[in-house]
Each structure stands twice: as structure tokens, then as C-alpha cells.
């Protein structure tokens, strides 16, 4: 098991900054990658940003995010970071923390283990 714990969220003007952070305890030497997801009121749950737990740490983002998140990790504290900037009011919505075992992927369906999420709320 992989447990992981959020923090990070909170309330912010839009353009403004935050920084999530992801601990994560357990098993952590099968984690393979982590992302980050999102879920707005009355929307499915979306990707939005991923990174291998190990090499080079490849990354992916939504298209929307690009260039204004960064997604990064810090392997000796088993922590997972997401930077985000110049925040929208559309970036508002609770934010999780995931583990994969076995692959590395924006799909839901392929992250085993799930934080309880942070909300993030940007105000315009």
C-alpha cells in the first residue's frame, strides 16, 4: 500500500500562485509514476500532469496547463510538487495526488493508490 497526503491548496486571485505538495509513505519503491488530477463541481475527473518516479523524470501536462504548471519531484523525501502560476478561476477544483505501480499515463484508470485531494479555489 502507498498512502499520500495533499497539502498545499487553498484560495487564491487569478494570476496569483500556488504550490501542491504530495507525500507519499508506504510502498513507495513501487511507485513507477505520480500525477496530479483535478475535479471540478459537476466534471469527471481530469488529468494534469504526470511524472516518472524515476530516470529522467519525463513529464506530460494537459494542453491547458502548459507552460504554467510544472509538475516535479523530490524522490528522497517521496514527495511530488506541483507548481502552478498564472492561475485561471477555470483552474478551481479539487486537486489529487495519485501513484501508479506499473505504467506511466494520464489515464485514471491507471493510478492505484489516490490522495484525499486539496481544493483549489481561484477567484477572478
Known amino acids: 500500500q502507498v498512502q499520500l497526503v495533499e497539502s498545499g491548496g487553498g484560495l487564491v486571485q487569478a494570476g496569483g500562485s500556488l504550490r501542491l505538495s504530495c507525500a507519499a509513505s508506504?510502498?513507495?519503491?513501487?511507485?513507477?509514476?505520480m500525477g496530479w488530477f483535478r475535479q471540478a463541481p459537476g466534471k469527471e475527473r481530469e488529468f494534469v500532469a504526470a511524472?516518472?518516479?524515476?530516470?529522467?523524470?519525463?513529464?506530460q501536462y494537459l494542453d491547458s496547463v502548459k507552460g504554467r504548471f510544472t509538475i516535479s519531484r523530490d524522490n528522497a523525501k517521496n514527495t511530488v510538487f506541483l507548481q502552478m502560476n498564472s492561475l485561471k478561476v477555470e483552474d478551481t477544483a479539487v486537486y489529487y495526488c495519485?501513484?501508479?505501480?506499473?505504467?506511466?499515463?494520464?489515464?485514471?484508470?491507471?493510478?492505484?493508490?489516490w490522495g484525499q485531494g486539496t481544493q483549489v479555489t481561484v477567484s477572478s
Open positions: 511524472i516518472k518516479w524515476s530516470g529522467g523524470g519525463i513529464t
Open positions: 508506504g510502498r513507495t519503491f513501487s511507485t513507477y509514476a
Open positions: 495519485a501513484a501508479a505501480t506499473n505504467t506511466y499515463s494520464y489515464a485514471t484508470r491507471t493510478y492505484d493508490y
